[in-house]
């Protein structure tokens, strides 16, 4: 059976790994990655969960902002503290536009003499034109095709790699560390997108194929594919840009005002600060909200929520099964006086009402390390 | 002796007398992957030869199941309700969705045998 998908989508530089292991490989943010591999999207969720998943995310933009005010540069754009991240820390923050929406959700760490900006596929041309295009002179974008990216996430995450850089073991949730690894000078950071303990890689293009066999060579670990990392994430609670957040959402409805530094939220200076500043004093008619089916038809992105007098309230953004949970799950958007956990909604599923709650995130527990 | 046919949406529909027995193929089953959840049509819903009569979710997506003949629908399969996963692990046998009666025995002869229907998935590589 051929796996082969459109010659139009770009490959990753694991692509021959991916079909030596069986990947079902699909078209994803113009890319050809494996959706799953043989054990299928259940087993690759539990074994990250109870062992050690190898993802490819290459497919992700990665850039370095260079210049003594790239920090400061960088807040123009984002609500986040970067002028306060600690050296070798990753903040999670959006790119925000004038109207307070969602450009895109990004990891920018801090290495001292650059930031290091990790963001989504989908969104890295619209990202990086933006980002050059404000940046005045103060700071120098420089895209780095020349690295991939792999996440190694699972409980077993850290006793794999610290047999190969041993200095991974004690460094805590959203540190950085560049180590070098059978020879390939890789950036690690322990972070992720599962929920799990675990890393993500950042790896010379030319040496990737090397490290991620070397770590798939461990008893522990196993490929994973796309179609885990998203119901890992959806269990995790962690929003996808293109589902749960886009332009139209901005960070305070999409429950991310937790990203917003304390002194950015008293001296602005960021797109859209105006409409976002006054959500996060005032409030939002809409927010993301955790939803729990009662049943067991899992609601998918798009489907309509309402009140149990039958009026629309909302909608699903995320929705399917979860293994771990052993149930559906799902992440949309209601009207705020429905976001209590515990509000009892209805999900239009086929015709049908479904009933639901809402839920607190995440579903499954976090096991981030933090020392 | 079953006279068993297959549709080109890879569902198999096994008569045996006047009962229908409906599913869907192994081939179908490998495609979608972990089978988490089937809805079934409850027992006396009239069904179109091609028409929606049930739908089967993955972890990733829902897909609908479409009635092989007309007829009438006598029974579900209540086993799937509590393990969807039979259709992974039986989509030939235990699996199957629903049972049904046979409208027009003549809406059997647009539909492929094993020998046409095993060609046909080579075809889809």
Known sequence: MSDSVSADLKKTPLVSVHEKLGGKMVPFAGYEMPVQYPAGIMAEHNHTRAS???????????????GDDAATAMEALVP????????????YTMLTNEDGGIIDDLMITNHGTHLHLVVNASRKDVDFEHISRNLNGRAELQVREDRALIALQGPKASEVLSRFVPACKDMKFLFSTAAVIDGSTCLISRLGYTGED????????????RVAKLLLGESEVEAAGLGARDSLRLEAGLA????????TTTPIEANLAWTIGKRRRAEGGFVGADVILKQLAEGTERLKVGIKPDGRAPARAHTEIQDMDGNIIGEITSGGFGPTVGGPVAMGYVKTDFSKVGTEINLMVRGKALPAKVAALPFAPNRYYRG | MATVRFTKDHEWVSVEGDVATVGI????????GDIVYVEVPEAGRAVDQGGEAA?????KAASEIYA???????????????DPSLVNSAAEGDGWFFKMTVGD????????DETAYKAYVAELG
């Not at chain 2, 193929?25 to 979608?32: D, R």
Request: aromatic share 4%.
């Open chain 1, 80 to 91: 986040a503290d970067i002028q306060g991240l600690p050296l070798g820390k990753t903040g």
């Open chain 2, 25 to 32: 193929t192994e081939y179908a089953q490998n495609q979608l």
């Open chain 1, 52 to 66: 050690a998943s190898l993802f490819d995310v290459s497919h992700m933009g990665q850039a370095i902002l260079n």
């Open chain 2, 68 to 82: 092989p003949i007309s007829g009438e629908v006598t029974e579900g399969n209540g086993s799937l309700e509590d």
């Open chain 2, 55 to 59: 739908v089967v979710e993955s972890v």
């Open chain 1, 198 to 209: 675990g890393y993500e890689l950042s790896v010379p293009t030319v040496d990737v194929v």
């Open chain 1, 240 to 247: 996808l840009y293109g589902n749960d957040i886009d332009t």
């Open chain 2, 105 to 112: 025995a003549s809406q059997l002869d647009d539909l492929m």
